[in-house]
T-cell receptor, first 113, second 116 residues
Framework: AQSVAQPEDQVNVAEGNPLTVKCTYS??????LFWYVQYPNRGLQFLLK??????LVKGSYGFEAEFNKSQTSFHLKKPSALVSDSALYFC???????????FGTGTRLQVFP | GAVVSQHPSWVICKSGTSVKIECRSL??????MFWYRQFPKQSLMLMAT?????????EQGVEKDKFLINHASLTLSTLTVTSAHPEDSSFYIC????????????FGPGTRLTVL
């Protein structure tokens, strides 16, 4: 089945250190790929997306993600983590010209002071 | 990005009653809205796609008579949970599809439903 996978349930990182939240995809064709963040008891906030073009996508709050076709990955990164980055992060994919987004299982990021 | 509101933000009801949740697109006309359900510590599950002026499209396994969706205007979609039971307790989130390229969806803040 076509999907995205987030292999880590939780990622812990110290404040100031770089962070990576992993996402791999198993989708035929050229998918749209997204990252969303969810704070407790809140809806999802859009961070960034890859449609086409430059493989390195920059998004909100200093986050970026790199589309790697050979590794079928779209990992989310930030050079220096903040405690306020602690939240639940979802990777998602959407098929071109369809409405649906399919979400990964989510990764909880915990940034320690 | 789009601004989406939901009302109410939380609701507690008795088993057997019906609950209506509103989703509003505040800054553009949305022909397509989506309803998701999220259980604690789990991912979002798409329940249905709400299309303005036509019937909603439900995902497999979602009871359309249980979860009534109405998209009567370009800025409002409603989800009614009919004859609610404790197993319907969940976090319900709506989204709108932005007109920008790339199928981006923008989400409402969610509604926490607790059925006693």
């Amino acid at each position: 089945a076509q999907s995205v996978a987030q292999p880590e349930d939780q990622v812990n990182v110290a404040e100031g250190n770089p962070l990576t939240v992993k996402c791999t995809y198993s989708v035929s064709g050229n998918p749209y790929l997204f990252w969303y963040v969810q704070y407790p008891n809140r809806g999802l906030q859009f961070l960034l997306k890859y449609i086409t073009g430059d493989n390195l996508v920059k998004g909100s709050y200093g986050f970026e993600a790199e589309f790697n076709k050979s590794q079928t990955s779209f990992h989310l990164k930030k050079p220096s983590a903040l405690v306020s980055d602690s939240a639940l992060y979802f990777c998602a994919w959407g098929r071109v010209n369809t409405d649906k987004l399919i979400f990964g299982t989510g990764t909880r990021l915990q940034v320690f002071p | 990005g789009a601004v989406v509101s939901q009302h109410p933000s939380w609701v507690i009801c008795k088993s057997g009653t019906s609950v209506k949740i509103e989703c509003r697109s505040l800054d553009f006309q949305a022909t397509t809205m989506f309803w998701y359900r999220q259980f604690p510590k789990q991912s979002l599950m798409l329940m249905a796609t709400s299309n303005e002026g036509s019937k909603a499209t439900y995902e497999q396994g979602v009871e359309k008579d249980k979860f009534l969706i109405n998209h009567a205007s370009l800025t409002l979609s409603t989800l009614t949970v009919t004859s609610a039971h404790p197993e319907d307790s969940s976090f319900y989130i709506c989204s709108v599809r932005s007109p920008e390229p790339g199928e981006t969806q923008y989400f409402g803040p969610g509604t926490r439903l607790t059925v006693l």
